[in-house]
């Protein structure tokens, strides 16, 4: 008999989580929210201080640092495997992995970029490989997923489809659809908390204290997201019902875009589109190992 956490829905499988970072621990906690019951929960990270960031209840965190079979051990006996490092390190995980996992454990990759022919090879052959690109509003269950199923069989695909729904909504879309929505909703949630930013230090460019700054910030952007939500309307007529003829939220989007807003974004997107593709062969940017990197543009490492 098929041992039960290696095969049915996602909630009857043992998970490892490969890589125990930001999106990691998006996925976990946003799982966890939703009380999707995981057999087991196994993840690896390189480093023990890592690990130690992880190990809620119910998480078993491994480290290569304390243990350098760490990722072969994770993967025995798991009927799913999220492989969540950076795309620079599939050469560096693969090898750990390929040769134990179970027969018809399916590889969820969340990595930017990588491709399913390249996560095949790397893996092995023969294991369903499906590629997903959440976000981190994921976390809160309000994430936004694109999920590209490649040769995968349907009930497999169907397995990864419940388990990103209990993160947020699903788009299936092929490979390319999912390199541009890894800047549209992978990357989208940054832009949105960067204009966060620029209205809190607009706010203290007008002489609100620092405090009171990131109160209005915050308060905007959470409001306006509730508002969209909620109310399920159109993001031009909920920006239309606060625009006064002549009034002042005309005069101040009037300059947005006399500077090209929407042409920054679509050159934002256009960029964003352009290095997922680049990440599919590209070696590891210099300084990646040291976190973070870059106090303007945050990158996690
Ligand atoms: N962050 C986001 O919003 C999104 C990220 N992604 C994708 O998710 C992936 C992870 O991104 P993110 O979580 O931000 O990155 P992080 O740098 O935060 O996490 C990467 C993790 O990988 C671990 N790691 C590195 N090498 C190994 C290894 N050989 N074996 C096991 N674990 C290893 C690191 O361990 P240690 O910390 O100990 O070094 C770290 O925990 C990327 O491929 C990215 O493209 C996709 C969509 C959105
Ligand atoms: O910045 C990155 O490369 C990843 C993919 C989308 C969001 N974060």
Do not use: C, Y
Not at 220 to 247: C, K
């Amino acid at each position: 008999m098929t041992d039960p956490h290696l095969a049915g829905t996602a909630p009857a499988r043992a998970l490892a989580v490969i890589g125990a970072g930001s999106l990691a621990r998006t996925l976990l906690a946003g799982w966890q929210r939703a009380g999707v019951p995981f057999p087991s929960v196994l993840t690896v990270s390189r480093t023990a201080s890592r690990a130690a960031e992880i190990a809620w209840p119910g998480v078993t965190a491994l480290s290569l640092e304390d243990d350098a079979s760490a990722a072969t051990r994770a993967v025995r006996g798991a009927g799913l495997v999220v492989v969540a490092v950076k795309p620079w390190m599939l050469h560096e995980v693969a090898p750990r992995i390929a040769g134990a996992l179970e027969p018809g454990a399916i590889v969820v990759s969340v990595m930017a970029g990588v491709r399913l022919d390249t996560l095949r090879t790397a893996l092995g052959g023969t294991n369903p490989v499906v590629r997903v690109l959440p976000n981190t509003p994921s976390q809160v269950n309000a994430g936004i997923a694109g999920l590209a199923a490649g040769a995968a069989a349907p009930a497999d695909v169907a397995v990864v489809r419940d388990l990103f729904a209990a993160l947020g909504d699903v788009i299936e879309v092929d490979e390319d659809g999912l390199d541009a929505l890894t800047m549209l909703s992978g990357s989208g949630p940054a832009l949105m908390f960067l204009l966060a930013e620029k209205l809190a230090t607009a706010a203290e460019h007008q002489g609100f204290a620092p405090d009171q700054a990131a109160r209005i910030a915050r308060g905007v952007l959470a409001g306006a997201g509730a508002l969209i939500a909620e109310t399920g309307d159109d993001p031009a007529e909920l920006r239309r019902r606060i625009t006064s003829v002549q009034g002042v939220t005309h005069h101040a989007v009037s300059v947005l875009e006399e500077r090209d807003l929407g042409g920054s974004v679509i050159a934002a997107a256009d960029a964003g589109l352009a290095r997922a593709r680049e990440l599919a062969t590209a070696p590891a940017p210099a300084g990646s190992t040291a976190r973070p990197t870059s106090p303007t543009t945050g990158e996690t490492t």
